[in-house]
């Protein structure tokens, strides 16, 4: 099973509408982060958490927001859709604790392939 | 902000070459990482290596922090290995949490 899933995959919408993309890790790790990827371009940051109560903004955080309902769930949503938010979405975890073998290390699911027409 | 250099930006490879690519990055890192993105749009995590060498099968991977640059080598290369190469990194210090890639080097090897 994959330590890192999202959910959905694909998802076409129309602009206006409210989109929510889902995360769940089985790695344990507390730290989780939202990127999102345009076409010929590397990741770029939306948001990170360093547990539940610990929410921040990245790079890029204009009309997103996020929820973490629990250690391996981080949610992120886009209240109101609009036609350049359609992008490959990431979620990603690492580990704070150091020392560890896999500290500092990211690790990304799958993707999410989101059109907003 | 942190500046990350890929090169070369396309390469395409016979099955069976090695080739080099090469992350220049503008200032001191405490992660750097290597992806690699398959045409399915998968990030799967080559390399952790802020420093020092690692190998991995027919990929390894030299991280001269000092002077700032990374290098990532494939050997006798499958068409398996197609895809976009990232380098990521994260600037050292406190506050600093996010991953910031290079745009990639997309390989293409051909029969």
């Known amino acids: 099973d994959a330590d890192v899933t999202q959910t959905p995959r694909n998802r076409i919408t129309k602009t206006g509408k409210r989109i929510m993309l889902e995360c769940s890790q089985t790695?344990?790790?507390?730290?989780m982060y939202w990127y999102r990827q345009d076409p010929g371009l590397g990741l770029r940051l939306i948001y990170y958490?360093?547990?539940?109560?610990?929410?921040n903004k990245g790079e890029i955080s204009d009309g997103y927001s996020v929820s973490r309902q629990a250690q391996a769930k981080f949610s992120l949503s886009l209240e109101s859709a609009i036609p350049n938010q359609t992008a490959l979405y990431f979620c990603?975890?690492?580990?704070?604790?150091?020392?560890?073998?896999?500290?500092?290390?990211?690790?990304f699911g799958p993707g999410t392939r989101l059109t907003v027409l | 902000g942190i500046q990350v250099e890929q090169s070369p930006p396309d390469l395409i490879l016979q099955e069976g070459a090695n080739s080099t690519l090469r992350c220049n990055f503008s200032?001191?890192?405490?992660?750097l990482q290597w992806f690699h993105q398959n045409p399915w749009g998968q990030l799967i995590n080559l390399f952790y290596?802020?420093?020092g060498t690692k190998q991995n099968g027919r990929l390894s991977a030299t991280t001269v922090a000092t002077e700032r640059y990374s290098l990532l080598y494939i050997s006798s290369s499958q068409t398996t290995d197609s895809g976009v190469y990232f380098c990521?990194?994260?600037?050292?210090?406190?506050?600093?949490?996010?991953?910031?890639f290079g745009k990639g080097t997309k390989l293409s090897v051909i029969p």
């Open positions: 990603a975890t690492s580990d704070y604790r150091p020392g560890g073998s896999t500290y500092n290390e990211q690790f």
């Open positions: 790695k344990g790790h507390d730290r």
């Open positions: 958490s360093f547990d539940v109560k610990d929410i």
């Open positions: 200032d001191s890192v405490n992660n």
């Open positions: 290596i802020p420093s």
């Open positions: 990521a990194v994260r600037l050292s210090g406190a506050g600093s949490y996010q991953l910031t």
